[in-house]
């Protein structure tokens, strides 16, 4: 279908049904999705994640204690209360990968311990700890999100879990 401006309503319609983003297209813009996710996830912009994320959310996490997030107000309390542990936490992407609706990111998230989290004492360490993510894209939205880390490493630089004693030979 070739692509021309024209004035009437069903012929419009048309026209934006043909000229759709190209597949590597839809991906780039997957990826720039998560990379506008992770600068307002990184500002504590928490009204634009409206724009950015469903409302019915899903994330999924092996390495985050607490009830499962199943919305974005679920999500926007689960970031405040990391943002209490370590408020000057960040996160920066590594690299992007991107197939169908999904992204997949690594990246690093850094921060300093000023806080209490959960259980654990304020130690006001820092941490820089690679973690990975995937991505679900729905309607131009996140819609689902898979994130895990290594829980062990984080808490040995915040001085939390010793790690174990070298042994001689």
């Given at each position: 279908m070739r692509c021309t401006n024209v004035v009437l309503p069903v012929a419009l319609a048309a026209l934006v049904a043909g000229c759709g983003l190209s597949p590597s297209a839809r991906l780039e813009a997957n990826k720039t999705l998560v990379r506008q996710?992770?600068?307002?996830?990184n500002a504590a912009d928490w009204a634009r994640l409206e724009d950015l994320v469903a409302d019915d959310v899903v994330r999924h996490s092996q390495a985050t204690a607490g009830p499962p997030v199943t919305s974005r107000a679920a999500f926007v309390e689960l970031q405040q209360a990391f943002l209490l542990s370590m408020p000057d936490q960040r996160v920066t992407i590594q690299l992007l990968v991107a197939e169908?609706?999904?992204?997949?990111a690594l990246a690093t998230y850094t921060g300093t311990?000023?806080?209490?989290?959960?259980d654990f004492p304020?130690?006001?360490?820092?941490?820089d700890a690679p973690f990975l993510a995937i991505f679900r894209i729905a309607d131009t939205k996140i819609a689902e999100l898979w994130v895990e880390w290594?829980?062990?490493a984080m808490l040995t630089q915040l001085g939390l879990f010793p790690p174990p004693s070298p042994t001689g030979g």
């Open positions: 996710f992770t600068e307002t996830v169908g609706d999904k992204v997949a311990q000023t806080g209490p989290m959960g304020i130690t006001g360490k820092a941490v290594d829980n062990l």
